[in-house]
């Protein structure tokens, strides 16, 4: 019973490690990081990527090193996208400012309640300031590595595959959420635009 949860553990730990990467490839979800609450969640809390990681090193060496140019890319040669994120930075504050301004004028505000209406302002905006500038970035990146990111992952689902296999387990168990359906491998059943859930083929 132990030897099938470790196997269990094996198989689950590298379906996180899949979707995390898999979630890198344009379109890349809209936020300020690149994975939803959920993931965050068991990455932080949970030892699924971890338990794959500690247990297959050399794939996992592997896979960072294909994608080392993706993980150090702090797009330096994309001007415009820099001048871009300068732009909207600068059009946020001076737009925090403005508002703040205009409500002392009009509304004859204390200080205070100044302070306070720039502060409600300024923590949404900036927040979707955020989800904008990162989106963009993590979606430059995504178009830049998507060949490099889909073979990666497609190194990962072929290993899965034959592991599945050898140990006799149960497909449905294992479901990858996914935003494309262009890998070998898997049975696809679409939730959406950019939304699936790939089982193992046998």
């Known amino acids: 019973m132990s030897e099938?949860?470790?196997?269990?553990?094996?198989?689950?730990?590298?379906?996180?490690?899949?979707?995390?990467?898999?979630?890198r490839r344009c379109p890349v979800p809209v936020g300020v990081g690149p994975y939803p609450f959920k993931t965050v969640f068991e990455l932080l809390?949970?030892?699924?990527?971890?338990?794959f990681v500690k247990n297959n090193p050399e794939l996992y060496k592997q896979t960072r090193k294909t994608l080392d140019a993706f993980f150090?890319?702090?797009?330096k040669d994309d001007v415009k996208n820099k001048r871009?994120?300068?732009y909207s930075l600068d059009i946020w504050i001076f737009s925090v400012l403005g508002v703040s301004t205009?409500?002392?004028?009009?509304?004859?505000?204390?200080l205070f309640n100044t302070l306070l209406?720039?502060?409600?302002?300024?923590?949404?905006s900036f927040y979707l300031f955020l989800a904008w500038n990162n989106t963009t970035y993590r979606r430059i990146l995504g178009k830049k590595y998507d060949n490099d990111i889909k073979r990666v992952v497609q190194e990962l689902i072929d290993?899965?595959?034959?592991f599945i296999r050898e140990n006799d387990l149960d497909l449905n168990q294992f479901p990858l959420k996914l935003r494309h359906d262009d890998y070998e491998g898997l049975n696809y059943k679409k939730k959406g635009k950019n939304n699936y859930v790939g089982f193992?083929?046998?």
Do not use: H, W
Request: proline share 2%.
């Open 102 to 110: 205009a409500a002392i004028i009009l509304f004859n505000l204390s």
């Open 159 to 162: 290993y899965g595959i034959v």
């Open 84 to 86: 871009l994120c300068s």
């Open 45 to 51: 809390f949970t030892n699924k990527r971890n338990y």
């Open 72 to 75: 150090k890319d702090d797009l």
């Open 200 to 202: 193992f083929e046998k």
């Open 4 to 23: 099938n949860i470790q196997i269990d553990k094996m198989v689950g730990g590298l379906c996180f490690y899949i979707m995390m990467l898999e979630n």
């Open 117 to 124: 209406f720039g502060f409600i302002i300024a923590v949404p």
